[in-house]
């Protein structure tokens, strides 16, 4: 399995930007996919997580209304648009899979244990 994150960058408070994570070496659609980031010093966190339709997203509630997770299941890729960034989510964003084949576990299965990580991504925001 690999994963691929792309779409970092140096950018001001206020901006926006889309980090994407292409998979390979699974049956995408089987997957519930993670963002997750890890700022300087501190401990790697949850971002947002989706199930494996796309029917199900969660987000951890620094980012609420301002981050947006998506999935193309035909491509292998998620997404995180990224919206209103503030400097305190500057970070290495990494993106993260696990098994998702019923669709029906709790919520919070959605927010840890993923089996598989991507590198990271850097995104810095300026304030």
């Known amino acids: 399995v690999q994963l691929q994150a792309s779409g970092g960058g140096l950018l001001q408070a206020g901006g926006s930007l889309r980090l994407s994570c292409a998979g390979s070496?699974?049956?995408?659609?089987?997957?519930?996919m993670g963002w997750f980031r890890q700022a300087p010093g501190k401990e790697r966190e949850f971002v947002a997580s989706?199930?494996?339709?796309?029917?199900?997203?969660f987000y951890a509630d620094s980012v609420k209304g301002r981050f947006a997770i998506s999935r193309d299941n035909a491509k292998n890729w998620v997404y995180l648009q990224m919206n209103n960034l503030k400097p305190e989510d500057t970070a290495v964003y990494y993106c993260?899979?696990?098994?998702?084949?019923?669709?029906?576990?709790?919520?919070?299965?959605?927010?840890?244990?993923?089996?598989?990580w991507g590198q990271g991504t850097q995104v810095t925001v300026s304030s």
């Open positions: 989706i199930g494996w339709s796309g029917s199900r997203t």
């Open positions: 070496g699974l049956t995408f659609g089987s997957y519930a």
């Open positions: 993260a899979a696990k098994t998702d084949l019923s669709g029906y576990y709790t919520n919070d299965y959605y927010y840890t244990d993923f089996r598989y």
